[in-house]
C-alpha cells in the first residue's frame, strides 16, 4: 500500500515547482488555479509521471495559437483551445473565445499546437550487440513521449512481457509513456533470431494468438518466414478476438497476405517479393532479392498499380518506415538523438555510419526514393499510409527523435508538412480505431497536443523544436524526459 497523504505531498511540491520550470524553459504561465492534492484533475498519476510534468493546471487556454489540427488541411492562425481535465474544452478565434476565471493562460504566439503523433512501428528494443536485441522499455517510452508521440504500437516485440506490463503501467500512471498498443512476440516461421521463436504448424499459431491476447497483447505481426497456412490461421484468431495484425513480410507475398486479410504490411514496398520472378509459395527468397525488384519497379507499370488496388480494395493500410531505411543509405546525415546512447552504442553507429557512406554501389541510393515515391502513388490510389521510424536495423534509429524525422522524410518524399503530421497523426488514430477520441485537434477529442516552436507548416525542421507534450491534459517537459536517460539508452 502507498500513503496518498505522503504521495499527496511529494505531488504538491512537485506542482508548485513546476511553474517555475515552466516558466524558465520559456513557456508563459500565466498565474492561475493549479492543480494539487486531491485535484480532480490527473487523478492517480504517480509521483514518477508527475516528475516529468511541466505544467498541471486543471484549466489551460493556449492562445494565439497556429493550429494544424492534423486533418491535412492548412493550418490555422491566432486560435484559442482550452483543455479541461483530459479534453479538449473549445477551440476557435482568440478573438471570439474568452477563458473562464481562474484560466491558466499559455500564450503561443509564434508557436503551433499539433496533435500527439500516433506512430505505428514502434519497438522496445534496439539492437545492442551480435543478434542480441537490448530491452530497452524504461528509456524508450521516455524518449517516445518527449519526442511528441502520446500514443504508439509496438511493431513486434522480442521481450515476451515487457511491452505488456508497460503499457499497463502507464495506463495505470505508473510510469510516463505514450498510450501503448502492445504488440505480442512475433508470429514467424524458422528463423536466426536468437530471441524469436518458430512457428511450426497452424495450431502453434493459433496457440500463440491466444496466449499473447490473453496475456494483454493488442496487436500481432507476422514475419520473414511464416506460411501461408499459419499467417492464415493467426489472421483468423486475431479477429475473432477483434484484434489486427500486421506484417513484415517475405515468404507469403503483399497480394497473397492481403487476400488472407491481414490489417497492414509494414516498410512501405520494401518488404514486398510479389515481384520476384522465382519466388516460390511460402518462401522467402532473401530480403535483397525482393529490394532489387522493388528498387527496379516503375509506379506507373499495370504490376505495381494492379497490387496497390488489390491493397486499396481491401483495405489493407501501408507503414511508412523511411527513418530504418535513411540509415542504410549512404550520403544521407547522421540521425538525430545520437547524444542519448550509452556512449558505445553511440561510437557503434557512428561506425557503421561511416561504413555505409564508403558503400557507392548500395542498391539503397535507388531505393530509398523509390520507397518515397512508391508511398506517394499508394496515397494518390486512396490508401491509408501509416508512420513508423523502426529502431532497429544497424541502429541509429533513436525513439522520440526519429518519430521527428520520419515526419521530414514524408515531406521529403513530397507530401506537404500538414499532409505529413497528418499521416503520423490521424491516420495512425484511424488504424487504431481510435479516431474519434485521438489524432486530430477538436472540441471534445483528448487533450493530446505538441507545442511546437515554430511553424512546420512552413518549415518541417521545426517539428523538432517540441516544447510541451500533452497527453491527456497533463504537459510533459521533453527536456526532464530526454535528461533523465541521457547516456543511459542501452542500459535500460
Ligand atoms: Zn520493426
Not at 496533435?115 to 524508450?140: I, W
Amino acid at each position: 500500500m502507498v500513503d496518498r497523504r505522503h504521495v499527496a505531498s511529494i505531488l504538491w511540491r512537485l506542482i508548485a515547482g513546476s511553474v517555475a520550470a515552466a516558466a524558465a524553459a520559456g513557456v508563459a504561465v500565466a498565474q492561475g488555479r493549479q492543480g494539487g492534492p486531491g485535484s480532480p484533475n490527473h487523478p492517480g498519476l504517480s509521483a514518477n509521471v508527475l516528475s516529468f510534468a511541466k505544467t498541471d493546471a486543471a484549466v489551460i487556454a493556449f492562445t494565439n495559437a497556429r493550429v494544424i489540427d492534423g486533418t491535412g488541411t492548412p493550418p490555422r492562425e491566432g486560435q484559442t483551445v482550452i483543455i479541461k481535465g483530459r479534453n479538449i474544452a473549445a477551440i476557435g478565434d482568440s478573438a471570439a473565445i474568452s477563458p473562464p476565471e481562474g484560466t491558466t493562460i499559455v500564450d503561443l504566439t509564434g508557436k503551433t499546437l499539433i496533435p500527439g503523433l500516433v506512430m505505428v512501428h514502434e519497438h522496445l528494443y534496439y539492437p545492442t550487440g551480435p543478434q542480441v536485441y537490448g530491452q530497452l522499455g524504461q528509456s524508450f517510452i521516455r524518449l517516445y513521449l518527449a519526442g511528441g508521440v502520446t500514443t504508439m504500437r509496438t511493431g513486434g516485440n522480442v521481450n515476451g512481457f515487457m511491452d505488456l506490463k508497460l503499457k499497463r503501467l502507464i495506463e495505470e500512471g505508473q510510469q510516463p509513456g505514450p498510450a501503448l498498443d502492445a504488440t505480442a512476440p512475433y508470429l514467424n516461421g524458422p528463423n536466426t533470431f536468437l530471441q524469436m521463436q518458430a512457428l511450426g504448424s497452424e495450431e502453434d499459431a493459433r496457440r500463440h494468438v491466444d496466449y499473447w491476447a490473453d496475456a494483454g497483447a493488442t496487436s500481432f505481426k507476422a514475419y520473414m518466414s511464416i506460411t501461408r497456412a499459419q499467417l492464415r490461421a493467426a489472421i483468423e484468431a486475431a479477429h475473432r478476438r477483434g484484434l489486427k495484425i500486421t506484417g513484415h513480410l517475405c515468404s507469403v507475398t503483399y497480394g497473397e497476405a492481403a487476400e488472407l486479410g491481414i490489417d497492414n504490411l509494414e516498410h512501405g514496398f520494401l518488404a514486398a517479393t510479389d515481384f520476384v520472378a522465382a519466388k516460390k509459395p511460402d518462401e522467402c527468397p532473401g530480403q535483397g532479392q525482393g529490394m532489387q525488384t522493388i528498387a527496379a519497379l516503375d509506379e506507373n507499370g499495370a504490376p505495381f498499380k494492379a497490387l496497390v488496388k488489390k491493397l486499396v480494395d481491401r483495405k489493407v493500410a501501408l507503414t511508412s518506415t523511411l527513418t530504418v531505411f535513411e540509415t542504410f543509405t549512404p550520403g544521407r546525415p547522421l540521425p538525430p538523438g545520437l547524444d542519448v546512447l550509452v556512449p558505445q552504442l553511440k561510437k557503434q553507429f557512428e561506425d557503421n555510419h561511416a561504413r555505409t557512406a564508403q558503400n557507392a554501389t548500395s542498391n539503397y541510393i535507388k531505393l530509398l526514393p523509390k520507397a518515397m515515391a512508391l508511398e506517394r502513388a499508394f496515397v494518390r490510389a486512396g490508401g491509408l499510409l501509416i508512420a513508423g521510424t523502426d529502431p532497429t536495423g544497424g541502429g541509429g534509429v533513436v525513439p522520440g527523435f526519429s518519430n521527428q524525422r520520419q515526419i521530414e522524410l514524408l515531406v521529403e518524399a513530397g507530401f506537404t508538412p500538414v499532409e505529413a503530421i497528418a499521416i503520423a497523426t490521424r491516420n495512425g488514430a484511424a488504424y487504431l480505431g481510435r479516431e474519434a477520441r485521438i489524432g486530430t485537434i477538436a472540441f471534445g477529442k483528448q487533450a493530446d497536443l505538441v507545442v511546437v516552436n515554430g511553424d512546420p507548416s512552413r518549415s518541417i525542421a521545426d517539428i523538432r523544436k517540441i516544447d510541451t507534450v500533452f497527453k491527456q491534459g497533463l504537459g510533459f517537459d521533453p527536456v526532464k524526459l530526454i535528461d533523465s536517460v541521457r547516456e543511459r539508452v542501452g542500459l535500460w
